[in-house]
């Protein structure tokens, strides 16, 4: 019993060894493969929005709620606005993430839009009696424009050199929309131009003055022709309050969109969790917008990130939908180290059982170099030697009655043992008859 337990344990060690060959070959792919991992995904991030009362600064705090239930932590900053952000996320300020508005664009190329969160329409109140439906008509007006580095004063800009306004034959003033609200009010200026959401408290107040006019584009369709991130929207009558019929008739506006910008170098794990969270925050129904409407891929100023593009075609990544974020992007990390799997250990298993059986295999036929050396077919062996060779046969055959391998390879032995008998026969008959030929 003792005999066929050791016979077992070296037979399972030859196993072992020739599984630990394997096993080696498959880690050092494994370390190779782990050279090319990404990173895991910061647990930090950081917004630029704009001013404290502002939509942006609103809508990034809703998404540092939902991150904060998948365990990321939404660092929200305020900021001059949409130009102030992109240059704070070019410049690398601790920035990864910002709000900016549609028809900003990144200098440096380095930044990419996640896609448009929701409709900002551009509102032009002013003061007077005559109805104004053309930008020409504020010609030598005093207009407040929004504050420097502003989405508003970015895109004021643009409507108003398009139609020859500018400070040779009207005055401005680059102030923000809360003080400009104050200067209109109080005569300062003629005209405010405002880019904000519609649930911006600031409009919701002006669209209920008395004193101010909002104007309706009569050639806002010509706008978005010139200028492909513009789109044209309309607040029809009453919709903002139908008992005072706000406003009194339908009002024809040019919206740009706000777009979720980041670098483009953000983890792809981050861009799919903080569209999920976007999207949780507008896909709401909204005066501007259709349930669902937004997020979209659509209206932006950047090339779309890859990983958002990805999430518009194929929604939340599987791993994410089932899983909590660090275990889905741990999972989705360690998907690389499946190359050597395939690539290495398919291959090796497939290699396996003809190695172990040449391991095998190898322990009977290197007797047979011995058995030639004795065979007088192949060596012309002097009679006298006979004996010798008889005895070295005698030995042989000893030793191969010791050798230990699995039973599905004891025929094997037994050929072996086979042609060592019919080798010594030979021997015999040459010594006697000085011929070979076993008869």
């Avoid at 409507?159 to 104050?182: C, G, H, R, W, Y």
């Avoid at 131009?193 to 009569?218: D, G, I, Q, Y």
């Avoid at 409407?293 to 779309?304: A, D, H, R, T, W």
């Avoid at 391991?359 to 058995?371: D, G, H, T, V």
């Amino acid at each position: 019993m003792s005999d066929k337990s050791s016979v077992l344990s070296k037979i399972k060690n030859k196993l072992l060894s020739t599984y630990s060959i394997i096993s080696i070959i498959v880690l050092t792919g494994f370390i190779i493969a782990f050279q090319y991992m990404e990173p895991a995904p910061s647990k930090t991030l950081t917004i630029a929005t704009g001013g404290t009362s502002g939509a942006y600064f609103r809508y990034a705090k809703e998404y540092k709620d939902i991150l904060k239930s998948k365990g990321i932590t939404l660092k929200v900053i305020n900021s001059k606005g949409s130009v102030d952000n992109v240059s704070r996320l070019e410049s690398g300020q601790n920035v990864d993430l910002a709000m900016v508005q549609g028809g900003i664009n990144s200098k440096s190329g380095g930044l990419t839009s996640l896609g448009s969160m929701y409709f900002e329409p551009l509102w032009v109140f002013y003061k007077g009696d005559v109805v104004i439906s053309k930008i020409t008509q504020f010609k030598g007006k005093r207009i407040a424009y929004g504050a420097d580095g502003s989405g508003t004063q970015a895109l004021a800009k643009v409507i108003l050199n398009q139609n020859n306004i500018d400070k040779e034959n009207s005055t401005f003033m680059n102030i923000p929309s809360d003080k400009a609200v104050s200067a209109i009010a109080a005569d300062k200026i003629d005209v405010m131009f405002m880019v904000a959401s519609p649930n911006s408290p600031l409009v919701k107040k002006l669209l209920r003055s008395n004193e101010l006019k909002l104007m309706s584009f009569s050639r806002a369709s010509a706008y978005t022709r010139l200028f492909p991130y513009l789109s044209v929207i309309t607040l029809p009558e009453g919709s903002v309050d139908f008992s005072k019929n706000i406003p009194a008739s339908t009002v024809t506006l040019l919206a740009t969109t706000a777009n979720l910008v980041a670098r483009k170098n953000l983890h792809p794990a981050l861009v799919s969790l903080v569209l999920e969270a976007a999207v949780a925050v507008h896909k709401k129904h909204e005066l501007f917008s259709a349930r669902s409407q937004f997020p979209m891929p659509k209206l932006v100023g950047m090339p779309l990130n890859k990983s958002a593009e990805r999430f518009y075609k194929f929604g939340v990544p599987f791993l994410q939908k089932y899983l909590p974020f660090w275990l889905a992007t741990l999972l989705d990390r360690l998907k690389i180290l499946l190359l050597p799997l395939i690539g290495l250990m398919l291959p090796l298993f497939k290699m396996m059982p003809p190695l172990y059986r040449w391991r095998i295999r190898r322990r009977i036929y290197s007797w047979y170099a011995e058995l030639r050396s004795v065979d007088p077919e192949l060596m012309k062996i002097p009679t006298e030697d006979v004996a010798k060779f008889l005895n070295k046969l005698e030995d042989m055959e000893e030793e191969v009655t010791r050798v230990e391998v699995p039973l599905s390879y004891t025929d094997e032995v037994y050929n072996l043992r086979m042609h060592i008998d019919m080798v010594r026969n030979e021997l015999i008959k040459y010594r006697e008859t000085g011929s070979t030929r076993v008869q």
